[in-house]
């Protein structure tokens, strides 16, 4: 079957005459784990972009703590009591879409309440069993609404909601991605081109750095950088960034070095072009394929790298949420009933990686002329 498919692309292509890019996206849609893993990227990628505006709790970082609903179950249920407490909320949507929303009021579970003539009398939430609660008069005026919440991947320790978290936190993973990646394709595209196409002294400089870096352990060497840039948000995107250019240099130079020898660039050398437009017009656009697969295997590396600098507390800082911070403050529950608090962000760090991985798996397929 695998073989018949193949035999029939490569007919497809010769009837049809076919561009490169389109028998690339003929290769690339028979590949189901790669339309599925850029189903799943494009999944989170819609949550990250959307945030607050659909996440449950939209209180900026998620951080709404009810601590009487501390660790509960996914699917748990819990009534609350909303009291105007005379905040204004009005904002626009794009600044709740970056920033998220003040909750407007304070926000009560209960167990159960009562109108009595002009006051509503409920009885506050303990945790352990209706009838022990503290029963409280709160004027109908007050009152902004009495609903039930749903809590569908249950409550972390300190009675956050999991669901809005992780929805957040994936958009520090995605962004890490991005920006690292940006970051080393910029530094290792220049250098490992450079050093392909001037060879001699500058391709030996440039290999004694890259192997000087390649050299130190890629977690200690983030480590080291975010000490010296300091714990945030931005200084983990540079320090991961500036580790993992390495492998794009790399991949680059070997790819320029069996391009810069061919027909199309000694012709721009004899027709007087520049330097900088040989490489950037006629070479690097010749080098795309590799660069795109080594830029998905990155994204992957971005994330576990993120995720474990969070893990450690050297990370993006708290009240930040991030899948990394949330699986350190929730580990401790595994050996408990609660696991499910660091499982959660756990899966969804394999999820993303493992689509990368497989995007990268696809695209490699999918220009590999020789099949």
Known sequence: MRLRRKQQVFIDAVTTGGSPSSMFWRRFRHNSMAITSLVVIGFFALIAILGYLITPDHTPYCNQQYLELASMKPLSKATFVYIDNGTDVNQGPLRTLAKGRPLGAEAIPIYSHNEQGNNIIVETYTGSTPNDGELMTIPKEKVKKIRQRTFLLGTDTYGRDILSQVMIGSRVSLSVGFIAVAIALLIGIVLGSLAAYYGGWVDNVIMWLINVVWSIPTVLLVIAITFALGKGFWQVFIAVGLTMWVDVARVVRGQVLSIKEKEYVEAARALGYRTPRIIFRHILPNITGPVI??????????????????????????????????VKENYGQILLDSAY????PGLAIMLIVLAFMLLGNGIRDALDIKN
């Open 293 to 326: 697969v080594i830029t998905a295997s990155n994204f992957a590396s971005a994330i576990l790298l993120e995720a474990g600098l969070s893990f450690l507390g050297i990370g993006v800082q708290p009240p930040m949420p991030s899948w990394g911070s949330m």
């Open 341 to 344: 608090q660091a499982f959660i």
